[in-house]
């Protein structure tokens, strides 16, 4: 088929759909985290940790169902149960996974309200394990409201990564991997 047809045949396709309905778009603001520590033990560790169900709840307490308690991350595709304290609930999916390196997560809420993604990266640190803690998430309220909920999501990523932390520094068995 000649470029000329192709352009023609996509223009039909294009005058089509447009004639069916029309997209809405709208710009929305994307709010990005970044969150650092140091922990005291090899990647291992913090690895087994932080993908152990016992431990999830401990270090991120959205994931606080029974189920989630018997899981271990292991592979893309996982999933997690979370409710946040906002009253949003729904599932976390791994979407990448390198062992001992690093764990992505896909927050969907059940209503689809807002889009967030989770990125967790461990590297060599000086003192053992550096974890770099990313979480962004779309948010469609007022400049005050936005700006309120990043200070709140910044202080939990901090709790989180202290909690984490201290888990590991202190040895807190990670458990058996166990599947769902």
């Not at 609930?89 to 059940?110: F, I, M, Q, W």
């Not at 309120?148 to 990564?161: P, R």
């Amino acid at each position: 088929m000649s470029r000329t047809k192709v352009v023609m045949a996509c223009s039909a396709a294009a005058l089509t759909l447009a004639s069916a309905g029309r997209a809405e778009m709208k710009r929305v603001p994307v709010v990005r985290l970044h969150a650092v520590t140091e922990v005291a033990a090899p990647a291992s560790a913090v690895w087994a940790y932080l993908v152990q169900g016992k431990s999830l709840a401990t270090w991120c307490p959205i994931w606080k169902s029974a189920a989630d308690s018997r899981t271990t991350l292991t592979r893309v595709g996982d999933v997690l149960d979370f409710t946040d304290e906002w009253g949003n609930n729904g599932r976390s999916v791994v979407t990448y996974l390198v062992k001992d390196k690093e764990l992505r997560v896909a927050h969907e809420p059940h209503d689809g309200s807002y889009m967030c993604q989770a990125k967790i990266v461990l590297s060599p640190g000086d003192k053992g394990t550096t974890i770099h803690y990313w979480d962004q998430y779309t948010d469609e309220s007022a400049e005050k409201d936005l700006q309120a909920t990043a200070c709140k999501m910044e202080t939990e990523m901090e709790q989180a990564l202290a909690v984490l932390k201290k888990g590991v520094e202190q040895g807190a068995p990670a458990g058996r991997p166990s599947r769902r």
